[in-house]
């Protein structure tokens, strides 16, 4: 028995992994001190890129981290919310990334934009002039 616990205790932590991972949690927030209260805890957290609010009641946050590990964010979040639930953990749409890609590929082939005043047209004029000095 004595080994059973020992080999338990001494078990490595599982490592996250580094690539991209999209979460969405369900929490229960009644109002804008709670909800602010989340966004500001996922921010603070290490890998965490973006963050932002879904559902027909805001009461699911996603957000994008880069070697993250949702089941202790989840954990964390449980501690100071109370009801903390993960709805999907996957991989962000790459299709997403894809067309921000190309439009900022256009954006940088775009010529720049100059402009050019219009010049000053002269004028004739066939009366005497009016000032008396000249």
Same mark, same amino acid.
């Given at each position: 028995?004595?080994?059973?616990?020992?080999?338990?205790?001494?078990?490595?932590?599982?490592?996250?992994?580094n690539?991209?991972?999209e =979460? =969405?949690?369900?929490?229960?927030?009644?109002?804008?001190?709670?909800?602010?209260?989340?966004?500001?805890?996922?921010?603070?957290?290490?890998?965490?890129?973006?963050?932002?609010?879904?559902?027909?009641?805001?009461?699911?946050?996603?957000?994008?981290?880069?070697? $993250?590990?949702?089941?202790?964010?989840?954990?964390?979040?449980?501690?100071? *919310?109370?009801? =903390?639930? *993960?709805?999907? =953990?996957?991989?962000p749409?790459?299709?997403?990334?894809?067309?921000?890609?190309?439009?900022?590929?256009?954006?940088?082939?775009?010529?720049?934009? $100059?402009?050019?005043?219009?010049?000053?047209?002269p004028?004739?004029?066939?009366?005497e002039?009016?000032?008396? $000095?000249?």
């Open positions: 028995m004595d080994n059973f616990f020992q080999c338990f205790h001494l078990r490595p932590r599982v490592q996250a992994s690539g991209k991972k =979460v =969405v949690l369900r929490v229960q927030m009644e109002n804008t001190e709670k909800r602010s209260k989340v966004m500001k805890c996922l921010v603070k957290w290490h890998g965490v890129i973006s963050v932002s609010l879904k559902g027909k009641e805001n009461n699911e946050i996603a957000f994008v981290g880069e070697g $993250i590990d949702p089941v202790s964010i989840t954990q964390k979040l449980r501690k100071k *919310m109370g009801s =903390v639930e *993960m709805l999907k =953990v996957a991989a749409d790459k299709d997403k990334d894809k067309d921000k890609d190309k439009e900022k590929e256009a954006d940088i082939n775009k010529p720049p934009w $100059i402009y050019y005043p219009p010049l000053p047209q004028i004739y004029s066939n009366s002039p009016t000032c008396s $000095i000249l």
